[in-house]
């Protein structure tokens, strides 16, 4: 699918641009079908389950502490989390490009109502690019962190289930290092290319409301033929609806797998914050990291439910009682602020909606983890 011209120019589809050539450089954006994309797709999960399996033998040895343990479930659920995206994408691809091309040719330019819309979507664009932007450079330094301190300790990044240790042979040190080093990195770029693809697009669905509820309200009064003007906002309406809960259907069992390994690797994180000092400043990272996808999914959830509710309201001081109305048009404006009341929301496999106030409760939950993990280290300690 080639971008068109308009969505380089466009205040919100612009998003779209910088997460292609993003998920492109490793081979995770929908339309990429080819050889090395198929051949790269098959050389990374066999990696990432040698990676899996690795950490697995690694935590069931005897001679491993509590800490440590945690330090393999920390690397062991990215990689459960980059084998779940991976694999998403994949799965999904066909359904994925089907919502994009209603994005980029059937929702409506950012500025066809007005200079002053179109500036105010600008600035909530540049806002949620930054915030992006912030979010993949913490990952990228996390990333670095880990193999600094692996190559300072003599160790690889990765745990092993190699029956001798490859720290004897140089060679075979510098090729699992750079091997796994590389993974550290593309792990961090494609949890935040399905991150940011995400929430890039729900913002753009997030614009078409608002530029909904603006017409409704500034155009409404003014329409000759306000029964074709109802029936061209409720087509518009509908449509949306329906990307919207395409994309429900998509994310909705991902996210639900997503938000459990993101709950247990914060909990985690702060763990080894905690209890492993010369970690403290990766651990941080780790933290930092998680807490903003956390934050950006259930943010864009909530704000699509908030703009998608607030069309009721424009329907209601559209003007629709200071206008020569006929009782036909009447109805239809009823119906449509009915229709507009039901709730547009993203779920977690219908276990929960991304909202602010679920943001809230996982975090007191990763708290009420992390001092259980705490009160069984300083039992350990205290049983030595």
């Known amino acids: ?25 490793v081979s995770a954006w929908p339309e990429d079908t080819n050889c090395f994309t198929i051949t790269f797709n098959c050389f990374v999960l066999m990696s990432y389950f040698l990676f899996i399996y690795g950490n697995i033998y690694y935590i069931m040895r005897d001679d491993v502490g509590l800490s440590d343990a945690c330090i ?40 066809v109502e007005g200079p002053d819309v179109d500036l105010e979507l600008r600035k909530e ?43 004897d042979n140089p060679l075979y040190f510098g090729i699992f290092y750079c091997w796994q080093s590389f993974f550290i990195f593309e792990v961090a770029v494609h949890i ?12 753009n669905c997030i614009a078409q409301f608002k530029l909904l509820r603006v017409r409704m309200l500034n155009k409404f009064e003014a329409a000759p033929d306000k029964m074709l003007f109802v029936a061209k906002f409720v087509r518009q309406h509908q449509h949306l609806i329906e990307v919207c809960q395409e994309l429900n259907s998509i994310f ?41 996808l956390l934050l950006l ?25 200071l206008c020569e109305t006929d009782i036909p048009t009447m109805k239809a404006v009823a119906f449509m602020m009915v229709r507009c009341q039901k709730v547009v929301t993203v779920s977690a496999g219908g276990f929960g909606n991304l909202t602010l106030t679920n943001f809230m409760k ?11 993990l705490n009160a069984m280290l300083e039992k350990q300690k205290a049983a030595i």
């Open 72 to 111: 393999a479930l920390s690397k062991l659920s990215l990689m459960l989390e980059t084998t779940i995206r991976r694999i998403f994408n994949l799965y999904q691809k066909r359904r994925l490009l089907k919502v994009l091309n209603a994005v980029f040719h059937e929702f409506d330019a950012s500025d």
């Open 125 to 167: 664009s540049k806002r949620l690019f930054i915030f992006c932007a912030f979010y993949i450079a913490s990952a990228l330094i996390c990333g670095m962190q880990y193999i600094s301190t692996t190559i300072m300790s003599g160790n690889v990044p990765m745990f092993t289930s190699l029956p001798y240790s490859i720290n």
């Open 252 to 292: 909705s069992f991902f996210i639900l797998l997503q938000s459990i390994i993101l709950t247990g690797a914060l909990c985690l994180s702060m763990f080894i914050a905690t209890a492993i000092p010369e970690l403290v400043v990766s651990a941080f990272t780790d933290v930092t990291g998680h807490l903003c």
């Open 362 to 372: 996982t975090l007191k939950f990763a708290f009420s983890v992390y001092t259980l």
């Open 297 to 321: 999914y259930c943010y864009v959830g909530n704000e699509l439910s908030i703009h998608a509710l607030e069309l009721s309201d424009a329907v209601y001081l559209n003007g629709w009682h």
């Open 1 to 25: 699918m080639k971008v068109p011209l308009h969505v380089v120019r466009d205040g919100v589809k612009w998003l779209m641009l910088p997460t292609k050539v993003l998920a492109q450089t």
């Open 192 to 203: 935040c290319t399905t991150d940011i693809f995400f929430a890039c697009l729900l913002h």
